[in-house]
């Protein structure tokens, strides 16, 4: 816990000492992108109906005036308006104020969602570019949380950069400008002075709010990323009767975001408190030293309502500010998540030089593979191993000894430490990931379906697979009667992860999956141990029709699975120990007839 309270300060810090230029300046290009200049073209456009909002609303209050005096009997009105016509004017100067903000909001509004758009997919493509070492050690719930509050953070700070900030120091200038040429300096000192307390209290006090509302980002990540992941874990939950348990821990989670929440709040109650009192007093100074211009006859009643009007519109895009700037601080802290994802580099990356992978046979060579997913803990130590084109080769050992590391090496979901790995004489290394993933048919031990139907997950090996082909790569897998049985067919759900099928027809689906995709290269990673006996049979068949005209690599934990391959390769804590046929390897009597007696053994005790 305590490794964990220290990883989570560091983080801050790391947070902290992010410039907040910095990230505003990486928002910069969406906002203003060099090939794109309609943005361009939008940004001012609405940049000059926010000028023109402005101006307007700053001369509105002198019509209020000019009405009041009509009213009273003092002065002459402009433009030879009466009271009536003032009070007209002075709801159309409204009017138009609103009007040209709703239009600047109209014209920016096609800038901030293709801004969205581009930031979403450009997070999306980097999350599938981080390498496996990423993904399994990063806690999905809370990645989808920080990509889902960055992206929003972003979405405020296009529009309020823009349309807040600078036209608020605008309007604020205008109005002091205003009251000094109008009235005299004693107005714009209380002025100046209220504004530059205001801003003080609200950015000192804001800044200790940030601190609180990272505490609270993070007891919310911590909360949703158990929640997601007892869901993800529902069967897992269920058998072990732990429903109370995990209730227990989302709620111990829930609990420390209450504590932060109610400090957020709490804070928020006195910098609300603090920024009406530093307003109210302006608002007071400001209106009694009126009150004694109208007394002394220097100001009319006028005068006096102009200075009111005036002073209220600064307290409203005053108290505008205080949100904003929290907003503002609090989407620069979501949006330093973000962008350190962004900037997280993936583990295995393409050389600049990358070529397509050209399959001829598909010979696979590991030479003198060393590899350990810590620096600490090698798996494979020394590996190496040919397969010739078209060969089906089982690798077999106990648990540990490195079987799945070789698939995930062939891959490429790592690069290997030393040594090297070819597909006919080409380092994977040396060629494109896509045209290596594209070589390489794979059929895991758990087959992961999308949640959609059963027509979408067998077209998903393919895009742009036609229907025939489809059910062509069913019919090889063995699953196309199934599918017929059932009353929607190949437009049947399958359920989040495909737990509305068996194990045997999630496996079968991959099948189909990987057959349509056609690959020249197969990696079948103890595709049947998780089966029964009598399905297993039915899957070996599938996979025995899946692997004809290609090279197979079986990856296997029962034996009774790969005893007809072309050549067995038997891995002991990351060596191989031995290597032949099935015959061959029993009647050595080494560690594979060890493996095979003990199998036998356990199948004929079950």
């Keep these: 816990m305590r490794a964990v309270r220290t990883a989570n300060k560091e983080e801050l810090e790391r947070h902290a000492r992010r410039s907040g230029w910095q990230i505003i300046r990486k928002v910069g290009p969406y906002l203003w992108p060099a090939d794109e200049p309609w943005v361009k073209r939008r940004v001012v456009l609405a940049l000059l109906a926010l000028l023109a909002s402005k101006l307007i609303t700053v001369f509105v209050p002198m019509l209020y005036k000019a009405a009041v005096d009509a009213l009273a009997g003092e002065g002459v009105p402009p433009l030879a308006l009466g009271a009536v016509g003032l009070t007209v004017a002075y709801g159309m100067g409204r009017l138009m104020a609103n009007g040209f903000q709703q239009l600047r909001d109209a014209i920016f509004a096609r800038v901030g969602q293709r801004a969205l758009r581009a930031l979403a997919l450009e997070t999306f493509i980097h999350i599938h570019r981080l390498s496996m070492r990423y993904h399994i050690t990063r806690k999905t719930g809370g990645l989808s949380r920080i990509i889902e509050r960055g992206v929003k953070g972003v979405e405020f700070l296009l529009r309020f950069m823009l349309f807040s900030i600078g036209p608020l120091i605008l309007e604020l200038l205008l109005i002091a400008v205003i009251l ?50 007892s869901l993800l874990n529902f069967e897992t939950v269920k058998y072990f009767g732990a429903e109370a348990r995990e209730a227990r821990r989302y709620d111990e989670s829930m609990a420390g975001y209450e ?56 307290t409203m895009p005053l108290n505008f500010l205080g949100t904003v700037y929290r907003e503002i601080r609090q989407s620069l802290v979501d949006m330093g998540e973000m962008f350190d994802l962004l900037e997280q580099p993936p583990d295995v990356t393409d050389k600049p030089d990358a070529a397509a992978l050209k399959v001829d046979g598909g010979r696979i060579e590991l030479r003198d593979v060393h590899f350990g997913y810590e620096t600490t803990r090698p798996i494979l130590k020394g590996v190496t191993l040919t397969i010739e084109a078209g060969q089906n080769v089982a690798i077999v050992g106990a648990s540990g000894s490195g079987k799945s590391t070789i698939g995930r090496l ?197």
């Design 259 to 314: 504590k932060a929440a109610l400090k957020t709040s709490y804070s928020l109650a006195f910098l609300n408190f603090g920024q009406s009192f530093l307003i109210t007093s302006g608002l007071v100074i400001v209106m009694v030293l009126a009150a004694l211009g109208v007394e002394a006859g220097h100001l009319t009643v006028g005068d006096f309502v102009m200075v009111n009007a005036y002073m209220i519109q600064i």
């Design 410 to 606: 062939l891959f490429r979901f790592y690069d290997v430490n030393s040594g090297a790995l070819l597909i006919d004489g080409q380092d994977v290394r040396d060629v494109s990931q896509q045209s290596l993933h594209d070589s390489i048919g794979v059929v895991p031990q758990d087959t992961v379906l999308f949640n959609d139907t059963i027509l979408y997950n067998i077209a998903y090996g393919r895009d742009g697979a036609t229907r025939d082909e489809i059910e062509d790569a069913a019919r090889a897998a063995q699953i196309h009667d199934f599918i017929m049985t059932l009353p929607e067919g190949y437009d049947t759900k399958v359920g989040e992860r495909g737990l509305k099928l068996s194990g045997g027809e999630k496996q079968r689906v991959g099948i189909a999956r990987t057959l349509l995709k056609n690959p020249p290269l197969l990696l079948l990673d103890e595709a049947t141990s998780a089966l029964d006996t009598e399905t297993e049979q039915g899957i070996k068949e599938a996979l025995a029709r899946a692997g004809e005209g290609r090279t197979v690599i079986t990856i296997a934990h029962r034996l009774s699975t790969i005893a007809e391959a072309d050549r067995i390769v038997v891995l002991e804590k990351g060596e191989i120990v031995e290597e032949g046929t099935h015959a061959e390897l029993l009647a050595r009597s080494g560690r594979y007839a060890q493996l095979w007696q003990r199998q036998q053994a356990d199948d004929e005790a079950a």
């Design 180 to 229: 000094f040429w109008m009235f005299d300096a004693s107005y714009l000192v209380v002025v100046a002075v209220t504004i530059g307390a205001y801003v003080w209290f609200t950015f000192t006090v804001t800044e200790w709010r940030v601190k609180l509302r990272r505490e609270m980002n993070d007891q919310d990540t911590e909360a949703n990323q158990k929640a997601i992941d």
